[in-house]
């Protein structure tokens, strides 16, 4: 079934220095994007992004402060419960995932996930699961017929990617209880809610997936020294806001 002239959100996390990796973002999705969908971006930054971005109206700013970046990936789910609009549905992104080519409606449907590149599905003993016997989202070794998906993407009908947000939260909490950290942060929560409580309907391929993911442009401390200085990458995003915009080798790139 094809999804077309629907109200549509996408969720991006900009705080620190993932701020203009989620401007990145926007940039690029609304100079490339050839769908048949009404798109809303809803990003949780901690500047106000209207003057990083193309004179548009179709975003919203959420006023979001996280001391970390794992502090961040884990309170996508928080996030999200905060959207009181009307779209019909719901996509998050990573934020520094990377826009390169024209695309359609290729992420789009009723509940949808992404197949993480790199891993054999029928070797489930080698994907990364939290294998910790106490945590909330234990998966045994031995375990058939499971996938490994991305935490950088997945999405849905709204009810549902709420539902799917509020289970996580309380999958979180358990583990608050016993001081565990899953091996792989929100993504451990995403494997575990995706195999074992509600299976998606759209599987992405990694043949199919059209965007780059953990595309940081060089930026790589900035997953860790929140306190990076990017001024200079900021201004050039400020003054050229309305062109084609990258990040490569830490620098911003006006793309003709």
């Known amino acids: 079934m094809k ?3 629907k109200k549509i959100a996408i969720i991006l996390i900009g705080t620190n220095g993932y701020f203009l990796l989620a401007c990145r973002f926007v940039n690029r999705f609304n100079k490339f994007y050839k769908g048949q969908n009404n798109i809303t971006f809803h990003m949780f930054t901690d500047k106000d992004p209207s003057n990083y971005l193309p004179d548009i109206k179709n975003f919203i700013y959420y006023k979001t402060f996280h001391k970390t970046w ?3 990936v884990n309170d996508k789910f928080n996030c ?3 959207i009181k609009t009307n779209e019909e549905y719901v996509y998050f992104f990573d934020a520094d995932t990377n826009i390169q080519k024209e695309f359609d409606d290729w992420f789009i449907g009723e509940h949808v996930v992404g197949k993480h590149f790199g891993y054999n599905e029928s070797v489930s ?3 990364p699961f939290d294998r910790h016997k106490h945590s909330s989202c234990f998966i045994p070794m031995g375990t058939k017929n499971l996938n490994y998906y991305y935490g950088a993407f997945w999405g849905g009908k709204k009810n549902l990617v709420f539902n799917y947000c509020s289970e996580i939260k309380k999958l979180q909490e358990i583990n608050k209880t016993i001081n565990h950290e899953p091996v792989w942060n929100d993504e451990s929560y995403t494997n575990y ?3 074992f409580i509600l299976k998606p ?3 992405i391929e ?4 059209q965007f780059v993911t953990s595309c940081k442009g060089g930026m790589h401390k900035i997953r860790i020294n929140v306190d990076v ?3 200079t990458q900021e201004k050039i995003f400020r003054e050229n806001k309305d062109k084609v915009l990258n990040i490569l080798n830490n620098s911003v790139i006006i793309e003709k």
């Open 3 to 5: 999804i077309k002239n």
């Open 70 to 72: 794992r502090e961040a």
């Open 80 to 82: 999200i419960e905060k």
């Open 125 to 127: 003993d080698e994907m």
């Open 193 to 195: 809610y995706f195999n």
């Open 201 to 203: 309907n759209k599987i």
């Open 206 to 209: 990694t043949k199919d997936f």
């Open 229 to 231: 200085d990017l001024t």
